[in-house]
């Protein structure tokens, strides 16, 4: 047993575990998405983003697939995806020039964690004496202290170039259109403000297209501003 361990255990693959952007125009027709999601989960694939939208031609619909796993695997599993009917081509954008966005809806409270919990306790009814309520109580009024974190909030907002798009008395509704890594970075600072409810669209990408035979350098210049960007710290 020990020797069959040993010497007849399959050696590693040598090709690393990279991530895959595969770009999918199929026919808008039904059980298209269960057979591409089909063949992928056949081969051990975890989908991280699927987004799937009509096209400027009516018949056909865009996949926007993001994976990881082993360039010689990914490229057997868009072999396969190129011999179904309803898929007219499989392009993979990994090592190409490309645009990537997604969008996030979030809501988040702009009541503050202290004054949120003094109401909890408050609709709870439970029996506090009145030194320990004052000890809980904030030093600022809850209506200036709702003013603040709002204005907290719409100030991270724009140096992230999000928008507001729906205030109420409790909360606010943020849309953000970037890349994925920023997006990210985006939700652990909005974190501590007390996150409601969030959904993200996946990942859409398109390929660049070059000017006068290079590519420009607008992209590059982002994501050369990204890596020092304030805003990607923590407060304070």
Not at 78 to 97: C, F, I
Not at 98 to 122: F, G, T
Not at 147 to 157: D, V
Not at 180 to 201: C, H, N, Q, W
């Amino acid at each position: 047993a020990v020797n069959n361990i040993l010497y007849n255990f399959p050696p590693a693959s040598p090709s690393p575990v990279t991530r895959h952007v595969l770009n999918i125009l199929v026919s808008n027709e039904p059980g298209v998405l269960s057979r591409v999601s089909g063949i992928l989960a056949g081969r051990g694939f975890n989908i991280d983003s699927l987004v799937v939208a009509k096209t400027e031609i009516p018949d056909l619909s865009r996949m926007t697939v993001v994976l990881n796993g082993q360039s010689p695997v990914i490229d057997q599993a868009r072999r396969q995806l190129e011999d179904l009917v309803p898929v007219w081509a499989v392009l993979d954008y990994t090592h190409s020039k490309i645009v990537e966005r997604e969008l996030l809806m979030l809501k988040v409270s702009i009541v503050p964690p202290e004054h949120a919990s003094v109401e909890l306790e408050q609709e709870l009814d439970h029996e506090v004496d009145d030194e320990d309520v004052h000890e809980t109580r904030s030093a600022i009024s809850p209506l200036l202290g709702t003013a603040i974190q709002r204005q907290a909030i719409t100030e991270l907002a724009r140096l992230f170039n999000a928008r507001i798009v729906d205030v109420s008395t409790t909360s606010v509704i943020i849309e953000l259109s970037a890349k994925s890594e920023r997006v990210d970075a985006f939700l652990k600072l909005m974190k501590p403000y007390g996150i409601i409810e969030a959904t993200r669209s996946g990942v859409m990408a398109m390929p660049r297209s070059p000017v006068d035979g290079l590519f420009g350098e607008t992209e590059t210049v982002e994501e050369e501003v990204a890596g020092i960007d304030a805003t990607m710290l923590p407060p304070g």
